[in-house]
Nanobody, 123 residues
Framework: QVQLAESGGGTVQAGDSLRLSCAAS????????MGWFRQAPGKEREFVAA????????YYADSVTGRFTISIDNAKNTMYLQMNNLKPEDTAVYYC????????????????WGQGTQVTVSS
């Protein structure tokens, strides 16, 4: 069983930066890719970014390309999402996810999910 725990959310102003963390733990750890998704009130969960567990491959949603950077520290079993130049439309609950099918933007490809961390960007 794999447990994922997000941290680093908060309330910031437009143009500010935040760094989210996702710590992974548990026995039988077989994740090959990690991802970040977000869900705003009244909207479906949407893909943000994904990375292979080795860190060798990354994939971003168009809406965050050039502003967000995903990374992973294998020694700490922790994934990060550096978010720069935040916009009000980035406001959402951000979830980290782990999967065994490879880097993907499809939520169904991830079997492990954290509880989420709120990011609020004011204009």
């Amino acid at each position: 069983q794999v447990q994922l725990a997000e941290s680093g959310g908060g309330t910031v102003q437009a143009g500010d930066s935040l760094r989210l963390s996702c710590a992974a733990s548990g026995r039988g750890f077989s994740v090959v890719a990690m991802g970040w998704f977000r869900q705003a009130p009244g909207k479906e969960r949407e893909f943000v970014a994904a990375i292979s567990w080795s860190g060798g491959g990354t994939y971003y949603a168009d809406s965050v390309t050039g502003r967000f950077t995903i990374s992973i520290d294998n020694a700490k079993n922790t994934m990060y999402l550096q978010m720069n130049n935040l916009k009000p439309e980035d406001t959402a609950v951000y979830y980290c996810a782990g999967g065994s099918t490879g880097v993907s933007g499809i939520p169904a490809h991830y079997g492990y999910w954290g509880q989420g961390t709120q990011v609020t960007v004011s204009s």
